[in-house]
């Protein structure tokens, strides 16, 4: 990849000595694309299926704990939520990147390829899903527990969702920006804006079914109709 791209799309027209070497290296270009993109597609599966295998895993021998466990957390911020300054970030990171799965791993390493192969677009639309992906089966903070609702603390749950999808931003920016260039993260935020939006719905219908807020609402809308009626 890393050779097709520097001749076929290099700045200087007069690497290639004719239009036969330019043919043969386009047609490489394009098998190669192929190839990537059913690996990446194929690895992104993969990859999907062994995280959800992880969360029952850990469902199962922690029933408890509401289906979740602390090493489900690919990015590991339960431990690092009092640290801080440059050094606490860089540990951070470092940290973050020792727990992204081998199979995620792949996929990302795919995608970044497909920029190689001047295919910036697809390549960022499959790394932009597969991170949505791996945050939102593997992070603890975006799993919406129904086991215990009365005992969830709503405002901090909100609040650990946002961390948790900030830090997810934070941890794919430089890659992306390199590969893909100046910008790209904000397909990533586009993703991940989605994704949260979708949590924050269902913790707030949580929060108002368990909260009785339907209920309450009907009782002060009936008592100030009664009040209108006097």
């Known amino acids: ?6 001749v076929l799309h290099s700045r200087d027209s ?10 043969v290296l386009a047609d490489l270009e394009r098998k190669l694309f192929k190839l990537v993109v059913k690996e990446c597609d194929r690895a992104a599966v993969k990859a999907s299926e ?36 440059a050094a606490a970030a860089g ?27 001047d295919k910036k677009h ?17 992070s603890k903070k975006l799993q ?17 969702m946002l961390d948790a ?5 934070q941890f794919h920016m430089d890659p992306l920006r390199e590969r893909f260039g100046p910008g ?3 397909r990533l935020i586009q993703e991940l804006v989605e994704e949260c939006d979708s949590k924050i719905h269902q913790l707030v219908m949580q929060f108002a079914d368990t909260k009785k807020i339907a209920k309450i609402v009907k009782g002060v809308q009936k008592l100030r109709y009664a009040g209108h009626s006097r």
């Open 91 to 117: 540990a951070t990171s470092s940290k973050a990147a020792e727990q992204v799965s081998p199979e995620f791993r792949k996929v990302f390493d795919l995608c970044l390829i497909l920029a190689l192969l």
């Open 14 to 23: 007069k690497t290639l000595p004719n239009d036969s070497s330019f043919e």
């Open 122 to 138: 697809q390549g960022l639309a499959r790394y932009c899903f597969a991170a949505r992906t791996m945050l939102v089966l593997g």
């Open 50 to 85: 062994a995280a959800k295998r992880k969360v029952r895993s850990a469902a199962s021998s922690s029933p408890g704990s509401g289906g979740t466990s602390k090493n489900s957390d690919p990015f590991g911020l339960e431990d690092t939520k009092d640290d801080s300054g």
């Open 144 to 160: 919406i527990g129904s086991s215990n609702p009365g005992s969830v603390k709503y405002p901090d749950r909100l609040s650990e």
């Open 1 to 6: 990849a890393k050779l097709t791209h520097g």
């Open 184 to 186: 790209s993260e904000l």
């Open 165 to 169: 999808i900030a830090f997810c931003i």
